[in-house]
C-alpha cells in the first residue's frame, strides 16, 4: 500500500464513520448539511420547493424506484402539492411510487406513508389495517398511532381514535400529535382547548415548513372564527396567506369569514379565486342564489355535482357528502336517502350521520332524522350546520314547524 | 456529531385532499403526521472550565440544527411549549442532581404586520424589532420533576437572529447586551449561534479524497444554530458546594447531559393544556458519540426517551459497536475485539483518575474533572491530545471530537495501547476548526452567520 492509498483509506474511512455518527440525517455528499438545511429546515415546502423536490425525487425514482428515501420524499411532496393544487392525480401518483419501492423491498416508511395515502384517498378500513399492523412491529412509532386515530375518526369510533391520539401524544408530542387532539378536542365541542392545543402545534411547526405553518394558521382561524373572534380569525388567515400565499385553504378561511360578516360579493369573489371543487362549487351556488342569480346557482349546483361524481371513478366515493349535498339544496331526495343509507352502512362519523339525518328530515321521516341526529351530536360537537339541523328537527317534531338552516352560515339560523 | 433532524429529514405529512364535498369535514386528516421536530432538537452540549474565569464551568447545549442563516420572513426561534434543560449529576449515581431549566416566551409587539422587524435593530430592546423571545432560568435541586426550584432569571431577552446588516447593522454589540450577568457571578445566554461543530463530509466521495494537508472544509459552515448557556461557579454545581482543591477530589467530577421535553396533552382533559406538567421527553444528548454512532438507530428514539438510569440499554452496543466492524470490513483498519471495555470507559463510567466519579453508576453523559483548570493553548485533540482540559474530559467549543470520536473507535486510545498508534491514531476528517471564530469569553460560541450573506 503507498503512503498515498494509505492515506486515502483513512480518509475514506474517517468519512464512513462521521457519515454514519451523522446517521441518516445527512447525506453523503459534500455540501451535504447545507443542502439538507436547503431541502429541510429553510423554505422546504414553499411553492417552489415542493415543484423542485417533486422534479428532484421523481428524477431519483425513475433512476431507481427501490430507493424508499426517494420515493417517501416524493410522496411527502405529492401530497403537499395535491392540497395546494387540488390535483387528484398526485396522490395516486404518491401511491403508486411507494408500491413500486415496495415491490423492490420492504421498507418501513414507505409502507406507513402509503397508509397516510390511503387516508388521503378517503381508504379508511385499508389505512387502518396498515397502521395497526405497524403498531405491532414498530410499538415506538406515534406515527401509527396518528394514523389508525384518523382512520377511525373517519369511521365514527370516537373513543378508539381518542385513544390513538392520546398514545401517539403520549409517545411524541409533537406538531402533528398537538394538532390531532386539537381536532379532537373540537369534535367534542371544547372550542377553548381546541385552541389551545392549536397554539402548541403552530408553536411546534417548523418555522420554514411553510407549508404546515399555512395549514396550521388556518387552522387556528377557523378555531378563532367559531369562537366568535372574527378579527383575530382574520388575522390568522392573513398569516397563512403571508407564509405561503394562495394556500387554498388559508382562502377557504377568508370565504369562511366574509360570511360571517355577511359579505356576500366578497365571499364570491373570493370563491372564484379557489380551486375548482366540487365543494368550493356548491358554496358557489349558495352564493349566487343568496345573491339572486338563480341560474348562476343552478349551474354551480350542476357542475359541483357532475365534478363529484366524475370523481368517484378514480377517487373513493363519498356517498354521504354528497347525500348531504342533495339534502341540503332540495335536489333529488330520494337519492340523497339512499346514498346517505349506504354511507351510514360503511361509517358512523358525526357528518356522515347529520347527512343522513338531514336526508330523512326532507323526505318528511322525522323519527329516523331524530335518531339520526342524535348519533351525530354524541360527540358534543358545536358544529353549527350539525347544531341547526338537529335543532330544526326538534322544532318540526315538537310543533311541526318546519324552519330552515342558513346553507352560507348556519350559525345565525 | 450533532444530531440533526429526524428520519431522512424530511417532514412526513399526510393530507387529506379537498377535492370532493367531504373535503373540509376531513380537515383534520390534513394535519401534518410526525414531523421533524428541530425545534427540540438537541445538537450538541459542551462543559468545560471558563477559560476567562476559570472557578467557573460553561455548560452549553445547542438545538434547530443546520438553520440556513436567510431563513427569512419566518425566522427561528426557540418553542415556547418545549422545555429545555442542562442536567448535572454531581454525585455519580447517573441522576441529575441540578437542572437548569429554560422557558420562553415570545412576544409580537405588533399584531399589524408579520414582519421579524420593522426598521433597523440597534439595541436589545430596539422598538423595530417586532418578535422577541424572553425567557426564565430555573434551578432545580434533586430530581427535575420533584426538586426544589429557585427561579434565577426572568424575561431575559434573547437576542434576535442575525437577519442581515440592513435590519441589525452591529450585530456582535445588540447580541453581547442579551448576556445577562446574574447573582452569584452567574451568567445566562440563550439565543443564535454559529453551530460551533465542525466536521468534513467531502471525504466520503471516493474519487475526491481531501488533500493531505488536512485542510479540508467545514461541510456544516454557514449553518446556525439556537444556544442556551450558563456560566456559573464550580462551587455552585458540587456536591459538597465548594471547588475542589485537586482534581483527586472526590467531588472533583460532574456529568453534564441536556435535554428537550414537550408537553403532553389529552383529549378529554377539559383543563388548560399549556399549563400541565406533564412532560415528555423528546431528545437527549450528552457525549457527542454515543446515540449518534453507537447506538443502532432502531434504538435512537427509545435512547432519546429515557434517563441516564435506564442507560443499561446502551450497554450491548457500546461493548460491541458497529463502526469498528466497517473500519475492518471496508478498509482493513484493525480495532480492539469486543466486548470493548475502553469504550465503556470512555463513553459511559469515565476515564479513572481524570473523569470518573467515585462510585460511578454506569451511564452516558459528559463529566467534567472541574479541578482541571482551562489550558492556556488548548489542543483540540483535548485528552488524546495531553490537553486534560479537553474531551472526553467534559468538551470544550473547539475541541475536535470527531478525531477524537474516530480514534476512539479504532482504539487508538491510552486504555487498548496495542491499537495506539499507526494508522488508527491518524484518523480524522481532515478539518482543522470551525468557519467562524469562537469567542475568548461567554457564551463562547461564534457569533451566528448574517441572513444577507
Given at each position: 500500500?503507498?503512503?498515498n492509498?494509505?492515506l486515502?483509506?483513512?480518509?475514506?474511512?474517517?468519512?464512513?464513520?462521521?457519515?454514519?455518527?451523522?446517521?441518516?440525517?445527512?447525506?453523503?455528499?459534500?455540501s451535504a448539511?447545507?443542502?439538507?438545511?436547503?431541502?429541510t429546515?429553510?423554505?422546504s415546502?414553499?411553492?417552489?420547493?415542493?415543484?423542485?423536490?417533486?422534479?428532484?425525487?421523481?428524477?431519483?425514482?425513475a433512476?431507481?424506484?427501490?430507493?424508499?428515501?426517494a420515493?417517501?420524499?416524493?410522496?411527502?411532496a405529492?401530497?403537499?402539492?395535491?392540497?395546494?393544487?387540488?390535483?387528484?392525480?398526485?396522490?395516486?401518483?404518491?401511491?403508486?411510487?411507494?408500491?413500486?419501492?415496495?415491490?423492490?423491498?420492504?421498507?418501513?416508511?414507505?409502507?406507513?406513508?402509503?397508509a397516510?395515502?390511503?387516508?388521503?384517498?378517503?381508504?379508511?378500513?385499508?389505512?387502518?389495517?396498515?397502521?395497526?399492523?405497524?403498531?405491532?412491529?414498530?410499538?415506538?412509532?406515534?406515527?401509527?398511532y396518528?394514523?389508525?386515530?384518523?382512520?377511525?375518526l373517519?369511521l365514527?369510533?370516537?373513543?378508539?381514535?381518542?385513544?390513538?391520539?392520546?398514545?401517539?401524544?403520549g409517545?411524541?408530542?409533537?406538531?402533528?400529535?398537538y394538532?390531532?387532539?386539537?381536532?379532537?378536542?373540537?369534535?367534542?365541542?371544547d372550542?377553548?382547548?381546541?385552541?389551545?392545543?392549536?397554539?402548541?402545534?403552530?408553536?411546534?411547526?417548523?418555522?420554514?415548513?411553510?407549508?404546515?405553518?399555512?395549514?396550521?394558521?388556518?387552522?387556528?382561524?377557523?378555531?378563532?372564527?367559531?369562537l366568535?373572534?372574527l378579527?383575530?380569525?382574520?388575522?390568522?388567515?392573513?398569516?397563512?396567506?403571508?407564509?405561503?400565499?394562495?394556500h387554498?385553504?388559508?382562502l377557504?378561511?377568508?370565504?369562511?369569514?366574509?360570511?360571517?360578516?355577511?359579505?356576500?360579493?366578497?365571499?364570491?369573489?373570493?370563491?372564484?379565486?379557489?380551486?375548482?371543487t366540487?365543494?368550493?362549487?356548491?358554496?358557489?351556488?349558495?352564493?349566487?342564489?343568496?345573491?339572486?342569480?338563480?341560474?348562476?346557482a343552478?349551474?354551480a349546483?350542476?357542475?359541483?355535482?357532475?365534478?363529484?361524481?366524475?370523481?368517484?371513478?378514480?377517487?373513493?366515493?363519498?356517498?354521504?357528502?354528497?347525500?348531504?349535498?342533495?339534502?341540503?339544496?332540495?335536489?333529488?331526495?330520494?337519492?340523497?336517502?339512499?346514498?346517505?343509507?349506504r354511507?351510514?352502512?360503511?361509517?358512523?362519523?358525526?357528518?356522515?350521520?347529520?347527512?343522513?339525518?338531514?336526508?330523512?328530515?326532507?323526505?318528511?321521516?322525522?323519527?329516523?332524522?331524530?335518531?339520526?341526529?342524535?348519533?351525530?351530536?354524541?360527540?358534543?360537537?358545536?358544529?353549527?350546520?350539525?347544531?341547526?339541523?338537529a335543532?330544526?328537527?326538534?322544532?318540526a317534531?315538537r310543533?311541526?314547524?318546519?324552519?330552515r338552516?342558513?346553507?352560507?352560515?348556519?350559525?345565525?339560523? | 456529531?450533532?444530531?440533526r433532524s429526524?428520519?431522512?429529514?424530511v417532514?412526513?405529512?399526510?393530507?387529506?385532499?379537498?377535492?370532493?364535498?367531504?373535503?373540509?369535514?376531513?380537515?383534520?386528516?390534513?394535519?401534518?403526521?410526525?414531523?421533524?421536530?428541530?425545534?427540540a432538537?438537541?445538537t450538541?452540549?459542551?462543559?468545560?472550565?471558563?477559560?476567562?474565569?476559570?472557578?467557573?464551568?460553561?455548560?452549553?447545549?445547542?438545538?434547530?440544527?443546520l438553520?440556513?442563516?436567510?431563513?427569512?420572513p419566518?425566522?427561528w426561534?426557540?418553542?415556547?411549549?418545549?422545555?429545555?434543560?442542562?442536567?448535572?449529576d454531581?454525585?455519580?449515581?447517573?441522576?441529575?442532581?441540578?437542572?437548569?431549566?429554560?422557558?420562553?416566551?415570545t412576544?409580537?409587539?405588533?399584531?399589524?404586520?408579520?414582519?421579524?422587524?420593522?426598521?433597523?435593530?440597534?439595541?436589545?430592546?430596539?422598538?423595530?424589532?417586532?418578535?422577541?423571545?424572553?425567557?426564565?432560568?430555573?434551578?432545580?435541586?434533586?430530581?427535575?420533576?420533584?426538586?426544589?426550584?429557585?427561579?434565577?432569571?426572568e424575561?431575559?431577552?434573547?437576542?434576535p437572529?442575525?437577519?442581515?446588516?440592513?435590519?441589525?447593522?452591529?450585530?456582535?454589540?445588540v447580541?453581547?447586551?442579551?448576556v445577562?450577568?446574574?447573582?452569584?457571578?452567574?451568567?445566562?445566554?440563550?439565543?443564535?449561534?454559529?453551530?460551533?461543530?465542525?466536521?468534513?463530509?467531502?471525504?466520503?466521495?471516493?474519487?475526491g479524497?481531501?488533500?493531505?494537508?488536512?485542510?479540508?472544509?467545514?461541510?456544516?459552515?454557514?449553518?446556525?444554530?439556537?444556544?442556551?448557556?450558563?456560566?456559573?461557579?464550580?462551587?455552585?454545581l458540587?456536591?459538597?458546594?465548594?471547588?475542589?482543591g485537586?482534581?483527586?477530589?472526590?467531588?472533583?467530577?460532574?456529568?453534564?447531559?441536556?435535554?428537550?421535553?414537550r408537553?403532553?396533552?389529552?383529549?378529554?382533559?377539559?383543563s388548560?393544556?399549556?399549563?400541565?406538567?406533564?412532560?415528555?421527553?423528546?431528545?437527549?444528548?450528552?457525549?457527542?458519540?454515543?446515540?449518534?454512532?453507537?447506538?443502532?438507530?432502531?434504538?435512537?428514539?427509545a435512547?432519546n426517551?429515557?434517563?441516564?438510569?435506564?442507560?443499561?440499554?446502551?450497554?450491548?452496543?457500546?461493548?460491541?459497536?458497529?463502526?469498528?466492524?466497517?473500519?475492518?470490513?471496508?478498509?482493513?483498519?484493525?480495532?480492539?475485539?469486543?466486548?470493548?471495555?475502553?469504550?465503556?470507559?470512555?463513553?459511559?463510567?469515565?476515564?479513572?483518575?481524570?473523569?470518573?466519579?467515585r462510585?460511578?453508576?454506569?451511564?452516558?453523559?459528559?463529566?467534567?474533572?472541574v479541578?482541571?483548570?482551562?489550558?492556556?493553548n488548548?489542543?483540540?485533540l483535548?485528552v488524546?491530545?495531553?490537553?486534560l482540559?479537553?474531551?472526553?474530559n467534559?468538551?470544550?467549543?473547539?475541541?475536535?471530537?470527531?478525531?477524537?470520536?474516530?480514534?476512539?473507535?479504532?482504539?487508538?486510545?491510552?486504555?487498548?495501547?496495542?491499537?495506539?498508534?499507526?494508522?488508527?491514531?491518524?484518523?480524522?476528517?481532515?478539518?482543522m476548526?470551525?468557519?467562524?471564530?469562537?469567542?475568548?469569553?461567554?457564551?463562547?460560541?461564534?457569533?451566528?452567520?448574517?441572513?444577507?450573506?
Open positions: 500500500m503507498t503512503i492509498r494509505s486515502r483509506q483513512f480518509f475514506a474511512a474517517t468519512a464512513v464513520l462521521v457519515a454514519i455518527a451523522a446517521g441518516t440525517r445527512i447525506l453523503l455528499r459534500p448539511p447545507r443542502e439538507q438545511a436547503r431541502q429546515s429553510a423554505a415546502t414553499s411553492r417552489a420547493a415542493l415543484d423542485e423536490v417533486i422534479t428532484a425525487t421523481r428524477r431519483r425514482v433512476a431507481d424506484p427501490g430507493d424508499g428515501e420515493a417517501v420524499r416524493l410522496a411527502d405529492l401530497m403537499r402539492a395535491a392540497r395546494v393544487q387540488a390535483d387528484a392525480s398526485l396522490p395516486l401518483e404518491a401511491e403508486r411510487v411507494l408500491r413500486t419501492t415496495l415491490k423492490h423491498a420492504e421498507d418501513y416508511t414507505a409502507r406507513r406513508m402509503l397516510a395515502v390511503y387516508l388521503s384517498q378517503h381508504r379508511f378500513a385499508e389505512g387502518l389495517d396498515v397502521a395497526r399492523q405497524l403498531q405491532v412491529s414498530h410499538p415506538e412509532d406515534a406515527w401509527n396518528a394514523v389508525a386515530g384518523d382512520a377511525l373517519e365514527g369510533r370516537y373513543d378508539e381514535a381518542f385513544d390513538m391520539f392520546d398514545r401517539a401524544v409517545h411524541r408530542p409533537d406538531a402533528g400529535a394538532a390531532r387532539v386539537a381536532y379532537a378536542k373540537e369534535l367534542r365541542g372550542l377553548a382547548g381546541a385552541l389551545d392545543v392549536m397554539r402548541m402545534s403552530a408553536e411546534a411547526t417548523a418555522p420554514q415548513d411553510l407549508e404546515a405553518q399555512a395549514w396550521v394558521h388556518t387552522q387556528l382561524g377557523l378555531l378563532r372564527l367559531q366568535g373572534g378579527d383575530d380569525a382574520e388575522r390568522e388567515f392573513a398569516r397563512a396567506d403571508f407564509l405561503f400565499p394562495h387554498p385553504y388559508a377557504n378561511g377568508r370565504i369562511k369569514l366574509a360570511l360571517a360578516r355577511g359579505r356576500y360579493e366578497e365571499a364570491l369573489r373570493l370563491n372564484e379565486q379557489a380551486p375548482r366540487p365543494e368550493s362549487l356548491a358554496v358557489r351556488g349558495d352564493l349566487q342564489a343568496r345573491l339572486g342569480n338563480r341560474s348562476a343552478e349551474a349546483y350542476v357542475e359541483a355535482e357532475r365534478l363529484e361524481r366524475d370523481g368517484w371513478k378514480s377517487e373513493q366515493p363519498q356517498p354521504g357528502a354528497l347525500a348531504r349535498f342533495l339534502a341540503e339544496r332540495d335536489r333529488n331526495i330520494p337519492e340523497a336517502v339512499q346514498l346517505a343509507e354511507a351510514a352502512a360503511e361509517r358512523a362519523d358525526i357528518n356522515t350521520m347529520d347527512a343522513l339525518a338531514w336526508s330523512y328530515f326532507k323526505a318528511g321521516r322525522l323519527k329516523d332524522a331524530a335518531v339520526a341526529i342524535e348519533r351525530a351530536l354524541r360527540t358534543g360537537t358545536l358544529d353549527p350546520r350539525i347544531r341547526c339541523h335543532a330544526v328537527i326538534a322544532d317534531r310543533t311541526g314547524t318546519i324552519h338552516c342558513d346553507l352560507l352560515n348556519p350559525a345565525k339560523a | 456529531m450533532p444530531q429526524s428520519i431522512f429529514g417532514t412526513l405529512v399526510a393530507f387529506a385532499l379537498a377535492l370532493t364535498m367531504s373535503g373540509s369535514a376531513s380537515s383534520h386528516r390534513e394535519a401534518p403526521l410526525i414531523s421533524q421536530d428541530p425545534l432538537d438537541n450538541d452540549v459542551y462543559a468545560f472550565v471558563s477559560p476567562a474565569s476559570p472557578d467557573k464551568v460553561t455548560l452549553i447545549s445547542n438545538f434547530i440544527p438553520q440556513l442563516p436567510s431563513s427569512g419566518n425566522f426561534k426557540f418553542d415556547d411549549n418545549v422545555l429545555y434543560e442542562i442536567m448535572v454531581n454525585d455519580g449515581d447517573a441522576v441529575e442532581d441540578i437542572t437548569f431549566q429554560f422557558r420562553f416566551r412576544e409580537t409587539r405588533n399584531l399589524n404586520t408579520f414582519l421579524y422587524n420593522t426598521g433597523q435593530i440597534t439595541s436589545i430592546d430596539d422598538n423595530d424589532w417586532n418578535v422577541r423571545q424572553f425567557y426564565s432560568v430555573t434551578r432545580m435541586d434533586g430530581p427535575r420533576r420533584q426538586g426544589r426550584g429557585q427561579v434565577l432569571a424575561n431575559v431577552p434573547s437576542p437572529v442575525n437577519v442581515g446588516v440592513r435590519s441589525i447593522p452591529d450585530y456582535a454589540s447580541a453581547a447586551q442579551a445577562r450577568t446574574l447573582p452569584n457571578g452567574m451568567k445566562v445566554f440563550a439565543g443564535q449561534r454559529d453551530d460551533g461543530f465542525y466536521v468534513n463530509l467531502g471525504v466520503f466521495d471516493l474519487l479524497v481531501p488533500p493531505v494537508d488536512n485542510n479540508t472544509p467545514d461541510s456544516i459552515a454557514g449553518l446556525n444554530v439556537h444556544s442556551i448557556a450558563i456560566e456559573l461557579p464550580i462551587a455552585m458540587t456536591a459538597n458546594g465548594r471547588q475542589p485537586s482534581p483527586s477530589d472526590s467531588d472533583a467530577v460532574i456529568g453534564v447531559w441536556s435535554t428537550a421535553s408537553p403532553s396533552v389529552t383529549v378529554r382533559n377539559g388548560s393544556e399549556q399549563h400541565n406538567n406533564n412532560y415528555v421527553q423528546v431528545s437527549r444528548l450528552g457525549q457527542p458519540l454515543v446515540n449518534e454512532v453507537v447506538i443502532p438507530r432502531r434504538l435512537k428514539d435512547f426517551s429515557i434517563a441516564p438510569t435506564q442507560d443499561s440499554v446502551a450497554l450491548p452496543s457500546v461493548l460491541d459497536p458497529e463502526v469498528p466492524k466497517l473500519l475492518l470490513a471496508l478498509f482493513g483498519v484493525q480495532s480492539p475485539p469486543p466486548p470493548r471495555q475502553d469504550l465503556v470507559t470512555i463513553f459511559l463510567t469515565g476515564i479513572p483518575g481524570l473523569n470518573q466519579p462510585g460511578v453508576t454506569p451511564s452516558e453523559m459528559l463529566r467534567l474533572n479541578a482541571i483548570r482551562p489550558s492556556a488548548p489542543n483540540p483535548g488524546l491530545g495531553g490537553d482540559a479537553g474531551f472526553p467534559g468538551r470544550r467549543v473547539g475541541d475536535d471530537v470527531t478525531d477524537i470520536a474516530l480514534r476512539a473507535m479504532a482504539g487508538a486510545t491510552p486504555l487498548t495501547p496495542a491499537f495506539n498508534g499507526g494508522i488508527n491514531a491518524q484518523l480524522g476528517d481532515g478539518v476548526g470551525n468557519d467562524v471564530p469562537y469567542l475568548p469569553t461567554f457564551p463562547y460560541l461564534g457569533l451566528p452567520h448574517s441572513g444577507n450573506q
